[in-house]
């Protein structure tokens, strides 16, 4: 857990603040300039502190006035930051093993080979950066944080500048880091789609100060604001039996899932995305109707969006519908209110497993 | 037109003492750079016109220089006698010092350059993945600068080749030890040697050519592996 205080002093602009990050992932968003970068290079010790400390598990790492200061190289927090920025005179593996001692264990060796795998880098591993997408960039850029076995990791917008595809698949790679990594997640990000896909919570600054913290819904009303992506539902859901035409039955917690998977043997895990938009709500039982998969759950609560309500339903992930006001209405749907899901074709996201 | 073995010997000697040169001005022109470049402290503008001197100062005068505090009865030559057992006049050593000299600047700005150039958050980077700052260094700063270290020893190599003014001050006109191309070149028009004067001359354009042939190349080279 990491605790700190903040000062910190940048000509005209103060960055003041008390936080605290538990296992977990912390989302920290905010408009451009509200301070999130800064607060990351000082936690990470890239930036000195003007007042204030920074504990890890109640270790002093820094403080001031007091004087102490660890390094960043003795924190052992992770950083993946804008734009990957690998090493462009080192391959994909060497990038990778940056993040080793110079005579690393084969415990260590093993880690980075494994996160090279993990995150499909074994047919690059030769690649130079220059010849990478930036993607694949991103991805090399998990994997060599996560070699180095950080006790946390903090990740700046590390999805900026990629296309909607590459988006999912980054995504996809930092919900599988999230699944494996004890300590906390520090994420900044201006998108709430982000924070909805791999948050437990959300700091959010403006002015260089906390204007509030809370659970990720939280950010859902300006989940669709001008310039943001469409947020889209994760199901972590595990192969039951396959049914022929290239089609699997898959369990989500007690429910059973129709989705188009080629070649799954029982047992395996997929991470299926389901945009919000493709989700029809009915209540009562809705007839006979074409869609396979039809999901008896609780709407948990509402979140209005100009003409349209995001509703949050109780399901084993964070599972969203996005309909429009008037048919909410229609529904009389509310917090309580038991609703059928139907949902019209499921596929695992890429780059899955 | 045939070369004579006294036109080899003259090639030969200046090879030597330019590569020497390169040789000196490498460790200290890197630490230098480094400093210039990447540390803020008081002094440094000073240490900065003093270090690039030698490039617009006469050569004739840095060689003067060189030669008041390297004579055998200075402290700075008598501790390289005492201590080494070198001469550091009318030597091999003293032609690669003189040389060493007036090419420094050369490297130095190519190399400063070259560290101001790089990107300062890839050093962050690695100092969150567990490397400190000789590391950083050594394993991201220093491989990202090599075509500027490249670029600038060469720059250094050919500017020491053709060193004239301090050399000779220095290190006069030894034969086999000190006597170089462009001073044996200058030898030869003072004899009216013109043939010879020819020779030396186009010996001189050629390896300048080589020179530079090798550098282009080898900074392609470096940049492919960098950007694929």
Known sequence: MIRARIRRRKGAFTLDLELEAPPGVTAVCGPSGSGKTTLLNVLLGLEPLDAGEVRWNGQVLEQRPGGIRTPPEGRRFGAVFQEGLLFPHLTVEGNVRFALPRRPSPEQEGRAADWMRRLGLEPLRRRRPATLSGGERQRVAIARAMAAAPRALFLDEPLNGLDARLKLETLLALRRVRRDLEGPVLYVTHQPAEVLAVADRVIRLAGGQVAWQGEPARILSEARGPGSDEPSNFLEATVERRLGAGQVEMAWGEHRLHVQLEEAAPGERHTLVIRPSDVILGVGEPGRVSARNRLRLTVRSMVPAGERVWVRLEAPDPFLALITAEAARDLALAPGREVTALVKSLAPGTAGR | ?228
Request: aromatic share 6%.
């Open chain 2, 1 to 228: 037109m045939t070369f004579t073995p006294e036109d080899g010997l003259a090639l030969l000697v200046s090879l030597k003492v330019a590569a020497a040169a390169v040789l000196v001005d490498l460790p200290l022109a890197l630490l230098a750079a480094y400093l210039l470049a990447r540390r803020r402290f008081p002094g440094r503008d000073l240490l900065d016109t003093v270090l690039n001197l030698p490039l617009v100062l006469p050569p004739v005068a840095s060689g003067y220089a060189l030669l008041v505090l390297l004579a055998p009865d200075a402290p700075a030559g008598r501790l390289a006698a005492e201590g080494l057992g070198l001469s550091l006049v009318f030597s091999l050593p003293g032609a690669a010092l003189a040389a060493a000299v007036v090419a420094f600047p050369l490297m130095l700005r190519a190399l400063v350059q070259g560290f101001e150039a790089l990107d300062p958050r890839l050093s962050q980077v690695a100092r969150t993945l567990g490397a400190g700052p000789v590391a950083v260094a050594l394993r991201v700063q220093l491989p990202l600068a090599l075509p500027a270290v490249l670029a600038g020893s060469l720059l250094a190599f050919a500017r020491a080749l053709g060193e004239f003014g301090a050399t000779v001050v220095v290190a006069g006109s030894i034969p086999g030890v000190t006597r170089t191309l462009p001073v044996d070149l200058y030898r030869r028009i003072q004899l009216g040697d013109e043939a010879g004067a020819l020779r030396l001359a186009l010996l001189s354009a050629a390896l300048a050519f080589a020179v530079l042939a090798a550098g282009r190349w080898a900074e392609r080279r470096l940049r492919r592996r960098e950007h694929g």
